[in-house]
């Protein structure tokens, strides 16, 4: 991943501070189709929070839950196992490209 993309902001914030995260807070920890939770850690007040994004026809909606587990601990939760390189890489690109996510493809007869 290059370096420049890390520093790149993430269309969400702290929701204790509402600082801005950047991508390299963020850490990925499950996708599905329609769905991902994140794994963050602000850098400014390090509150550490669970977010699930859920994406819909109307928009892509947020969820969070604040945690005390880091991100090691939540990969080890899910999987028993940390998450490779290229999960992360996939579920950044599965975010990027959220609005391809065509819900009304699945109501068309
Ligand atoms: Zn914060």
Same mark, same amino acid.
């Given at each position: 991943m290059a370096k420049n993309n890390q520093n790149q902001e993430f269309p969400a #914030? *702290?929701?204790v501070c509402r600082k801005v995260l950047s991508r390299k807070? $963020? !850490?990925p920890v499950f996708e599905a189709y329609t769905k =991902? +939770? +994140?794994h963050f850690s602000c850098p #400014? *007040?390090?509150t550490s929070a669970l977010l699930t $994004?859920? %994406?819909g026809m109307q %928009?892509? =909606?947020g969820m969070g839950m604040v945690t005390d587990l880091d991100r090691a601990e939540i990969a080890?939760? !899910?999987f028993g196992r940390s998450v490779s390189a290229d999960e992360v890489i996939d579920a950044y690109q599965m975010m990027n490209n959220s609005k391809c996510i065509d819900f009304e493809d699945s !109501?068309?007869?």
């Open positions: #914030s *702290c929701p807070d $963020v !850490f =991902i +939770l +994140l #400014s *007040c390090q $994004v859920v %994406g %928009g892509t =909606i080890e939760k !899910f !109501f068309r007869n």
